[in-house]
Each structure stands twice: as structure tokens, then as C-alpha cells.
């Protein structure tokens, strides 16, 4: 069975812990392919997606994860220094942000509409687990918003649905975690991408007093399971057509 997983950061895995080596060891048949990059929001995701299909349309399954960062890059703007510059190169180099749900909406939708001109895959649609383990907070607002785009754009396409956003707020509003999002611009950029092991990861997310992620939005091991088992469920619920 062969799957495509794309997306940004939180698909890449290479800041956290990645579940798609999670979901790999469990399902050693399953030919994996990870195109996730880190930084891109949604409208760079779908470019890319259209690039592969277009490359190679014999896909099983795509699984799309993507709008962490539409989120998270105007945010910047109300942020240090640094994030403030880190924004602005992010802008001039075209990761342009959706703003708006009705945005947000319009590149999902044309997206999948083109891949499904190119390729019989089935989809798969993530919807984003946190930004900022504090539920409350304004950013997570914003996400929950977004993620009923994506489960209205997947409910329309008849696409399924990933909702590890629904899994974390559930875990969240039982054990919640502290109000930490990227909170040193140095730990983001560089040190938080440099713990080579899921231990050191999880030792990190608990310093910080994070229960599912390292830096309330990428993933520690606990995060990691639920993004692993929600894809997992969704393709072994296709039952035994791959098997």
C-alpha cells in the first residue's frame, strides 16, 4: 500500500517526535512516502501536493496535514523582535498565510479538487492537534475555526478525517497543559531541533510542563501516538480492499 503523507513541520517530523516512523513501525508493509516541509502553510502544501500528483498518481492514500503555520505567522507580528523579522522573511519568500476561514477554505477546496482530477487516492485530512497546549488561548480559537474548514471541505469531497485537533482537546481539557507556545525564539529555531531522541523530547516536554507536545504545537511522544492512530484507524477503515 502506497501512501502519501504531506504537510508541514508536524508532518516532517524533524522538530519533535515523528509519527510517521510511529506509524511505519506498526505497519512495516505500508510504503510511507513523507513530502512534509518544514514552515509551509496551507497554499505551499497544496502546490506541493499538486507537484506530486502530477509527478506520480498511484497513490492509495494522501494524507494532508497543513494550516499550523497560517495560524502561527501573523501571530509573529505580535511577538519579539525576532519573530517579528522571522515573519517578514517568511512573507517575502511566499508562505503566505490564509487569514480568514473563507480563505482557508477556498485553497483546501481547489486543492483537492485538482488532485482528484489527477489521481484516485483516497484522502485523508488532518486536523491540527494544538497551538498552545492552553486551550483557551486566542491562537487555538483560531485553529479550532480552521479545523471545521477542513472537516467541511473533507465532509464535502468525501474524504475522511484524521481529528487529532478533537483527540488533543479532549486529552487537554483533562490534563492541561501550561500556556507555552515557542516561547524562546533561539529553543525554536535551533536547540528544540536538535534533541535526537524521543526520550530527550519527552524530558524536554516535561520540563516545560507540556503534556503532547515540546513546544505547544510540535509533537512529544504522547502527541505523536494520537497523530499515528488516528491515520492508522482511518486507512484500516477501509477494511481489507489493500490487504
Known amino acids: 500500500m502506497k501512501i502519501l503523507c504531506i504537510g508541514d513541520s508536524l508532518v516532517r517530523g524533524t522538530v519533535g517526535v515523528n509519527w510517521i516512523q510511529i506509524l511505519s513501525r506498526r505497519q512495516n508493509t505500508w510504503n510511507l512516502e513523507n513530502a512534509g516541509l518544514n514552515g509551509d502553510t496551507l497554499s505551499r502544501v497544496m502546490t506541493n501536493l499538486g507537484a506530486h500528483v502530477s509527478r506520480d498518481n498511484s497513490y492509495d492514500f494522501i494524507v494532508i496535514g497543513g494550516g499550523s503555520n497560517d495560524v502561527l505567522i501573523p501571530s509573529f507580528a505580535k511577538r519579539g523582535f525576532l519573530y517579528r523579522m522571522a515573519a517578514r522573511k517568511l512573507l517575502r519568500e511566499n508562505y503566505r498565510p490564509a487569514f480568514y476561514p473563507g480563505e482557508f477554505e477556498h485553497v483546501l477546496d481547489a486543492g483537492i479538487t485538482d488532485v482528484e482530477q489527477h489521481c484516485s487516492a483516497r484522502i485523508i485530512c488532518l486536523t491540527m492537534g494544538c497551538i498552545n497546549e492552553y486551550i483557551p488561548d486566542e491562537l487555538n480559537g483560531k485553529r479550532a475555526a480552521f479545523n471545521e474548514v477542513i472537516r467541511d ?66 509533537l512529544n511522544s504522547r502527541g505523536a501516538d494520537i497523530y499515528a492512530n488516528e491515520v492508522e484507524r482511518q486507512i484500516l477503515r477501509f477494511g481489507q480492499k489493500f490487504h
Open 153 to 218: 471541505v473533507a465532509w464535502n469531497h468525501g474524504c475522511r478525517v484524521a481529528d487529532v485537533g478533537e483527540k488533543f482537546e479532549k486529552y487537554l481539557i483533562k490534563h492541561p497543559g501550561k500556556d507555552y507556545l515557542l516561547n524562546n525564539f533561539f529553543n525554536t529555531v535551533w536547540f528544540d531541533r536538535y534533541q535526537m531522541c524521543a526520550r530527550a523530547m519527552d524530558r524536554l516536554s516535561a520540563e516545560r510542563g507540556l503534556q503532547l507536545t515540546i513546544d505547544g504545537i510540535h
